[in-house]
């Protein structure tokens, strides 16, 4: 984001912007990034992030503790990626970490008609790995997951290790909560039991 910013001549934001940004929708994302005085160059700003970020996307981005081990113990079970970030990155990004080969599919917005917070994404996922919609799990740390699975009439468990800022708003609003990567064992655990 910064390094955009920088070619545009404006000035960067914190690490604390940047996280409020990631996850809502792209006009949210703008409004956050440049400010409503800078929004009519939104075009432009994204004509310079994508490939920046394409290029940067997995340099810092570290799973978060507990992932790698989570999705050990999780193997056997079908596991989806549906993101808002277009699919060539969240791929690059899943290649890079060495995690690309836990998820039968990655879904981006490109595949489907409207992205999260639209059912779209979810329901695509299910039918392409044939499993029932009272048989899946949608987890995230945005208020985007946690609606479309409430769209697409499947439970959600929202991700407290994430980045959302309204965690209070998102534990009441999905099924379950899990505060670690460890935590949500227990659910899966649960929901096959």
């Known amino acids: 984001i910064n390094i955009t910013l920088k070619m545009m001549g404006l000035p960067p ?34 004509k310079i992030f994508r490939p920046t970020y394409e290029k940067n996307c997995y340099q810092k981005t570290r799973p978060f503790a507990g992932i790698i081990e989570t999705l050990e113990e999780i193997k056997g079970i079908k596991l989806a990626v549906a993101s808002n970030k277009l699919l060539s990155i969240t791929k690059i990004i899943l290649q890079e970490l060495g995690m690309v ?9 490109e595949l489907v008609q409207r992205p999260k917070p639209a059912p779209d994404m979810i329901d695509y996922s299910l039918k392409e790995l044939r499993v029932a919609h009272d048989r ?26 994430g980045y959302a800022i309204a965690k209070d708003a998102l534990k009441q609003n999905s099924d379950f909560y899990a505060q670690t990567p460890k935590d949500f064992l227990t659910f899966i655990q649960k929901k096959a039991g």
């Open 101 to 109: 080969h836990y998820f039968d599919i990655i879904i981006g917005p």
């Open 136 to 161: 899946a799990i949608v987890i995230g740390d945005t208020d985007n997951d946690i609606l479309a699975a409430r769209a697409a009439s499947v439970q959600s468990c929202f991700a407290g290790w």
């Open 13 to 46: 934001v914190s690490m604390t912007q940047a996280k409020k940004a990631t996850g809502p929708s792209r006009e949210i994302f703008a409004r956050i990034i440049l400010g409503e005085e800078n929004l009519s160059r939104t075009e432009e700003f994204f």
